[in-house]
């Protein structure tokens, strides 16, 4: 095909705007723009596809396809070469469009005749939205400008489609987007229902201008925004420089990346065939983005964030919409982002009713955070962002993980009558909080409660907790910029430790690595980071951090009893050196002088196999045992719990795992060293009685668990269930879920 010039772009560009402009629905402008397109670019064909859902794209307008296949030839996402370009989120330009694999004939449509195919996909910012095709009879490739040119169409056709130029009054149109009720799959990150009003953490920028009308002006406004944001980015780099190297080396390639000369090129080259420089930053954000989401390295798709927060600035200050809209946050606002960090979600405090996230993951910081905050949180919603708009209603189960945005009455109704059962049921625990955890077989189970901020510990009163089971100390290092002194370390554990009002309190020590990493802290790419530099193997390379932590908590402690417990323990030289440590920080203490604590308890966490086999003198040399739950299980089962395809195949009370638990148990009991469970599984009901009925004397749990867990415990006979369990492995059974449920249902 014939190469075109930066005229006939800008001209085409301006026919597209003028046919926004002008009156009519939206398949008058559909049809219209398929014709501009193809008598610009010389082609006998021009079609639009647009996605009807996630998975179905429609033929919604052509120039040169037989008329009667609109609204009627459809594809699923992938299939065909206009699905293809749609999974993939790049163009496919081909002189044999029924050579191509993958190809589907479609008669309906007529394209027999025409082999030239290019098809580029309509998207803004990781929102797929359609695909825009062009064919000719002439059995020749497009060229590299015909592909270019095309892109910047298909970029201001996503711009249109977000002002709503293609919505008409047919419920059934693809585009009736932020009009109607949607259903949105996650996965749940942290229990509870909400019932509120959309609060977006980064509003959408919206780009009213997609095309320029004068290319030199356009370039100044992007050169200016550009030095604007180079500046700002460098005053951030200034202001890092006592947080650490590692921090420093981490915004040191953030500030490289906004100094880019390609990216401005690039963009610049857009404005040129015709778009405005708010459009020109979109187009390469979504085309990078396209790249970048499905790059095999690590590292580049982690670069992903860093493209997209400068391109966010870039549009920001182009079009003046600062994070700071105006917009008054609404009642019962349950907030909607990609993703977001523990230091902002603390930000918003309380006001919260619960939290949504694209991105995410179930141990993430955002996940800790909610649960301190015992607000419900799903993650992995997709779309979320590009469909919700501030103050929509929107409830969200985050048991089941499902949103549902704009629903209907009668959804909400059934919704509401859930959350009042929920309330209800609540009132019944709290009358429990000051009896004690004790079977029908009069067995007495110890329920504490985990924690990782001082906003948790007045759940400590409320709930019945009988002490602190586990308190994170990495969130006081995720939720800041800076590293934290000794000092401030010591006043913060102190203020636990009033707080819990001589209740134990069990402080790990610092457990980063995996999905845990310090924002000044260069990340390490690793190919299988549950599994690698993590927790307590950090501790012992990094040996000054943990002595620093060891240090603030003898201090902290002064005359009251300090429980430390070590995360992680794989094998036991780890702990031996790890107690050694705490022993020559104690003797430091002493040395200068600081009142000690009254008493010292050294813990360890079992969170793989291989401990259940350590050596009888490892038992022996623990004061107390936590069983880490949530890593021993899936190290167990080797299911990556990050991974929803395979972590929730396999179940709790699977007998292999329950056998697994049995054995650790009776190890701890023959070194008559205490032992608790720890994690998720700790706070389902079910799952509590059966670890109680195994012999565990002690679970730790979120907060709000405790009064479930108690009713239950109170309900039943573990000496009873016990044999349940016995009975039913001796059967042969390999899941225990169903006699334990009917067994307790029959109670």
């Avoid at 449509?109 to 695909?131: A, C, D, N, Y």
Wanted: overall charge negative; some cysteine; proline content about 5%.
């Amino acid at each position: 095909m014939a190469g075109r010039n930066d005229s006939d772009s800008r001209k085409l560009l301006k026919r597209l705007r003028e046919t926004l402009a002008a009156p009519g629905g939206g398949q008058d402008r559909l049809d219209n723009i398929t014709h501009h397109i193809a008598d610009s670019m010389g082609t006998e064909v021009c079609s639009i596809y647009l996605f009807r859902d996630a998975e179905t794209l429609e033929l919604c307008a052509t120039e040169g396809l037989k008329p009667e296949s609109v609204h009627k030839t459809r594809l699923r996402l992938g299939e065909g070469l206009v699905g293809r370009v749609a999974r993939n989120a790049r163009p496919i330009n081909t002189a044999n469009a029924p050579a191509e694999p993958g190809f589907r004939y479609m008669p309906e449509t007529g394209e027999e005749v025409f082999p030239s195919f290019l098809g580029v996909p309509i998207q803004r910012v990781g929102e797929k939205l359609g695909v825009l095709v062009v064919q000719s009879r002439e059995a020749q490739p497009f060229t590299e400008d015909d592909i270019y040119g095309l892109e910047v169409v298909a970029m201001v056709l996503a711009e249109m489609a977000e002002l709503g130029a293609f919505l008409d009054q047919q419920s059934d149109n693809p585009q009736m987007q932020h009009r109607f009720p949607i259903v949105i799959r996650g996965t749940s990150g942290q229990e509870g229902a909400a019932e509120g009003r959309v609060w977006l953490h980064e509003p959408r920028v919206v780009i009213t201008n997609p095309v320029g009308d004068d290319p030199q002006k356009e370039r100044a406004r992007l050169i200016e925004a550009v030095a604007m944001l180079r500046s700002n980015v460098d005053a951030m780099l200034s202001a890092t420089d006592a947080a650490g190297k590692e921090y420093t080396e981490v915004m040191e390639a953030y500030r490289m990346f906004a100094h880019s000369r390609s990216w401005l090129r690039r963009m610049e080259e857009d404005i040129d065939l015709g778009l405005s420089a708010e459009a020109a930053v979109e187009k390469e954000q979504s085309l990078a983005r396209a790249r970048l989401e499905s790059a095999a390295d690590a590292y580049l798709r982690e670069r992903l964030h860093d493209l997209d927060d400068l391109s966010n600035r870039l549009l920001r200050i182009l079009t003046g919409q600062g994070r700071d809209t105006g917009a008054e946050m609404p009642e019962n606002p349950i907030l909607i982002a990609r993703n977001i960090g523990p230091a902002e979600l603390l930000d918003y405090g309380r006001k919260l009713k619960g939290v949504v996230l694209e991105e995410g993951s179930v141990g993430s910081h955002a996940a800790i955070v909610a649960r301190s905050l015992a607000i419900p949180l799903i993650i992995h919603a997709g779309r979320i962002t590009s469909e919700a708009l501030n103050g929509d209603p929107i409830l969200i189960d985050g048991d089941m993980g499902i949103v549902h945005l704009r629903p209907e009455e009668t959804i909400a109704a059934a919704f509401r009558d859930k959350i009042a059962m929920q309330a209800e049921a609540q009132k019944r625990y709290a009358g429990l909080r000051d009896l004690p955890a004790e079977s029908l077989c009069g067995a007495r189970i110890q329920l504490y409660m985990n924690a990782g901020l001082m906003a948790d510990l007045p759940s400590m009163q409320s709930s019945g907790a009988e002490g602190v089971g586990l308190f994170r100390t990495e969130l006081q290092f995720l939720t800041r910029t800076h590293f934290p002194r000794r000092s401030e370390l010591a006043t913060l554990y102190s203020h636990v430790l009033d707080s819990a009002l001589g209740k134990p309190v069990m402080f790990r020590t610092l457990d980063i690595g995996s999905d845990k990493v310090l924002p000044y802290m260069k990340p390490n790419d690793e190919p299988n980071p549950a599994m690698g530099w993590r927790a307590i193997r950090v501790g012992l390379d990094k040996r000054g951090v943990l002595k620093m932590q060891l240090q603030a908590l003898i201090r902290a402690a002064a005359d009251r009893p300090l429980y430390v417990m070590f995360p992680f323990v794989t094998e036991m030289p780890e702990f031996e050196e790890a107690h050694r440590v705490l022993m020559e920080s104690i003797a430091r203490e002493q040395r200068l002088g600081h009142p000690m604590p009254s008493d010292i308890r050294v813990g360890a966490m079992i969170e793989t196999p291989s401990m259940a086999y350590a050596p009888k003198k490892f038992f022996e040399m623990c004061d107390f045992i936590s069983i880490g739950g949530n890593d021993l299980k899936q190290f167990f089962f080797a299911a990556d719990r990050e991974n929803e395809r395979v972590r929730r195949r396999y179940d709790t009370l699977s007998a292999s795992y329950l056998t697994l638990l049995d054995l650790i148990r009776q190890r701890c009991d023959e070194a008559r060293v205490p032992v608790s469970f720890c994690g998720e599984d700790a706070g389902r009901p079910i799952e509590a009685v059966t670890f109680a009925a195994l012999g565990f004397r002690r679970l730790s749990m979120r907060p709000a668990s405790i009064g479930p867990v108690k009713h239950l415990i109170r309900r039943v006979n573990l000496a009873e269930l016990r044999k349940v369990i016995d009975e039913a492995c001796e059967q042969g059974v390999t899941n225990l879920r169903r006699p334990i449920t009917e067994w307790i249902a029959r109670q």
